[in-house]
């Protein structure tokens, strides 16, 4: 069965930063992970989920993309050695506060994980 696994959260002061970890695992990401496309997400309290940021790959190589809210402030990095999607983001703030996810970056989603949580505060 396909899994996803997030980890890395915690509380974060305001204008600090994080490191967020996500382990796929199952059959379909047995081999050839750097051909998934793999996204992040995020849900703020009382809010839906939101994307973040995505990479996938194409015959013109792979690309980075993010929300306009992150932007310049996060960088997703891949290993697809170890199947693992990273996100790092910087210069946080409350509006940051979410549990966050990963998944496909197409309309097909994997079984959602736990999430792991970002506090901003204080």
């Known amino acids: 069965q396909d899994q996803l696994v997030e980890s890395g959260g915690g509380l974060v002061q305001p204008l600090g930063s994080m490191s967020l970890s996500c382990a796929a695992s199952g059959p379909t990401f047995s081999a050839n992970f750097r051909t998934y496309g793999m996204a992040w997400f995020r849900q703020a309290p009382g809010k839906e989920r939101q994307f973040v940021a995505a990479?996938?790959?194409?015959?013109?190589?792979?690309?980075?993309y993010y929300a306009p809210s992150v932007e310049g402030r996060a960088t997703l990095v891949r290993d697809n050695a170890k199947n693992t999607v990273y996100l790092q983001m910087n210069n946080l703030g409350p509006e940051d506060t979410a549990i966050y996810y990963c998944?496909?970056?197409?309309?097909?989603?994997?079984?959602w994980g736990q999430g792991t949580r970002v506090t901003v505060s204080s």
């Open positions: 998944n496909s970056d197409g309309r097909f989603k994997y079984p």
């Open positions: 990479s996938n790959s194409d015959w013109r190589g792979e690309r980075t």
